[in-house]
């Protein structure tokens, strides 16, 4: 899922495709299509780095960011408890948020 809507993001970000007009879809949409492409494709980068690092972590990301799912949920798919859960969910949060900060500097 996140392939295809990275994939997407860089498809409308070119000038081809209209990539300097704004989007406006009437329909309900989720979280990750809410996203800019630009911010959308510096998630993506940020992804790789946190998964390079910390592939559960990363993971755990992939599951509530772009597929919506609670961290409970997300936790019994991967198979580890709440709690480590909520300490990948904080330590993944900070992480992304510095590698976001340092991409937009």
Do not use: C
Not at 8 to 37: F, H
Not at 64 to 77: K, N, P, Q, T, V
Request: no cysteine; proline share 1%.
């Amino acid at each position: 899922m996140r392939r295809i809507l990275v994939e997407n993001a860089r498809r409308k970000k070119q000038l081809k495709r209209g990539g300097t007009r704004k989007r406006v879809d009437l329909k309900e949409v989720d979280v990750a299509d809410k996203a800019s492409p630009e911010a959308l494709l510096a998630v993506a980068d940020a992804m790789d780095k946190l998964a390079a690092e910390d592939a559960q972590a990363a993971q755990l990301v992939k599951l509530r960011y772009f597929a919506g799912l609670s961290i409970e949920d997300a936790a019994e798919l991967i198979g580890i408890s709440r709690s480590t859960a909520y300490e990948h969910w904080a330590y993944a949060r900070a992480r992304l948020r510095l590698e976001l900060q340092s991409a937009q500097e």
